[in-house]
């Protein structure tokens, strides 16, 4: 499960599930005196940082973070975005580009140089996430284009580099559903496009509608589809882990806690 309030909370009660807790930036520097019963998974040690920077591992001191957030979780492997198609990002309700949008050869070439050093410059296997297609504008006019996510989103993006980098694949499958739905394609033929055979990990959790008429990652709980896609996704692939991405309420955790291991199990 994913490191969040809820989660901390938990733990401090000792009321936790035999889970391992998958954290990410500065939630890392304390993650492992909050769980010190758990096993830790590490997740975008850097936040507001892209692949594309052309000096991606000294920017924001990308590269000692990680490896000192490495050593203080012991994580089995390290997770990171594989966008975005700026070289300087920022979050703000999703990830704004605060560079100009660079075109998808730049990007790729950029991201695959990092994600290869990276891959070279520590000690456990580096994956990379897909990520939620929030490039187009929404119908209704509410909600502007967001140019960080150009490019990264099409599944041919993730195919490249994860096969130029020789990187394993982070399947989020939300993200799935919302970058299919915004493109308006099928989410099974999305996900078929992806290199299934590089996944190593998966996050799941439940996508909601916005007002606006597109997809949103909502981190809600799963509803029957969700569980389905990661049922028809476990027939294709061979993960190490499956991460549950929810943290508002004890209850609806719990319930899809088991429901995940009840998928799993089956």
């Given amino acids: 499960m994913n490191d ?3 989660a901390r909370r938990l733990a401090g009660e000792g009321r936790l599930p035999d889970v391992a ?10 993650a492992p005196a909050a769980y010190p019963d758990h096993p830790l998974w590490l997740h975008v040690p850097v936040w507001d ?5 052309p000096d991606a591992l000294a920017h924001r001191d990308a590269l000692a973070v990680t490896r000192a957030r ?3 979780t012991g994580a089995p492997w390290l997770s990171v975005h594989v966008g975005f198609a700026a070289a300087e990002v920022a979050y703000d309700g999703g990830m704004q580009a605060r560079t100009p949008t660079l075109p998808r050869d730049v990007v790729l070439a950029r991201a695959t140089a990092t994600l290869a050093a990276l891959r070279n410059a520590v000690d456990v296997p580096v994956l990379a996430e897909n990520l939620d297609d929030q490039a187009r504008p929404s119908p209704d006019g509410t909600r502007p284009a967001r140019p960080a996510y150009a490019h990264v989103c099409d599944p041919t993006f993730p195919s490249d580099l994860t096969r130029a980098a020789d990187v394993g694949l982070l399947l989020d499958l939300a993200h799935a559903q919302v970058s299919a739905a915004a493109q308006g394609r099928d989410v099974h033929a999305y996900l078929a496009a992806l290199p299934l055979h590089r996944v190593r990990q998966i996050h799941v959790s439940g996508p909601r509608p916005r007002g606006d008429g597109t997809l949103d990652d909502a981190h809600a709980t ?9 049922a028809w996704t476990l027939a294709r ?3 190490w882990g499956v991460t549950l991405e929810y943290g ?4 609806g955790l719990l319930r899809d806690l088991d429901r995940v291991r009840a998928t799993l199990a089956a």
């Avoid at 807790?21 to 304390?30: F, I, Q, Y």
Wanted: no cysteine.
């Fill in 237 to 239: 692939t061979r993960p």
């Fill in 49 to 53: 940082w892209s692949l594309a920077h």
């Fill in 248 to 251: 508002r309420d004890e209850a």
């Fill in 4 to 6: 969040t309030p809820l």
């Fill in 70 to 72: 490495l050593a203080a």
């Fill in 21 to 30: 807790v998958e954290t990410s930036g500065a939630k890392t520097d304390d």
């Fill in 222 to 230: 799963l509803r029957d589809a969700d569980l389905a896609l990661l």
